[in-house]
C-alpha cells in the first residue's frame, strides 16, 4: 500500500525535502519513497514539494517508517511540524511530533495500513 505523507507547520517545503532525505536514507526502504509534486500555480515556474508517497507492507517496512519518522521528528527545530498521513481511500491522521511516542506512531501507521480506523486515543489529532 501506498501512504502519503505530508508536512505542515514550522517550513513545510523545508521539512518535506528533509523527510524525502532522510527516509530515502533508510536501507530497508529503498526504492519504496517518492514525490507527488502539485501543479504549478499562476506565475509559478515549477512545483512544490507537496506529498511523499512510500510504499508500505504489514511487514517490517511499516516498522523502519515509524522508527524513521520518530528520529526525525526528534530532531532539533522540528517539534513544531505535525505529520498528515492518508491512505488511498482518502481517510487520514494527522500526528503531532510533540505528542506522539514511537510506539503510538507504529500503532497509527498500522491501523491506517491495515484500513481500520484510525481515530483513536493514539492519534492525538485526527481529520
Not at 27 to 52: H, M, N, Q, S
Not at 91 to 113: G, M, P
Amino acid at each position: 500500500m501506498d501512504l502519503q505523507l505530508s508536512v505542515a507547520g514550522g517550513q513545510p517545503a523545508a521539512d518535506a525535502e528533509s523527510l524525502i532525505d532522510w527516509l530515502r536514507g533508510e536501507p530497508e526502504l529503498t526504492g519504496a519513497v517518492g514525490l507527488i509534486g502539485a501543479a504549478p500555480g499562476p506565475g509559478e515556474l515549477g512545483t512544490a514539494l507537496d506529498v511523499l508517497t512510500v510504499a508500505v507492507g504489514a511487514g517490517g517496512g511499516l516498522s523502519v517508517l515509524a522508527a524513521s519518522l520518530r528520529t526525525w521528528f526528534a530532531h532539533p527545530r522540528r517539534s513544531d511540524v505535525r505529520l498528515k498521513i492518508r491512505r488511498p481511500d482518502g481517510e487520514s491522521v494527522e500526528l503531532d511530533a510533540k505528542r506522539v511516542s514511537a510506539a503510538e506512531l507504529e500503532a497509527v501507521l498500522r491501523r491506517v495500513l491495515e484500513h481500520g480506523p484510525v481515530a483513536d486515543s493514539a492519534a492525538p489529532e485526527q481529520e
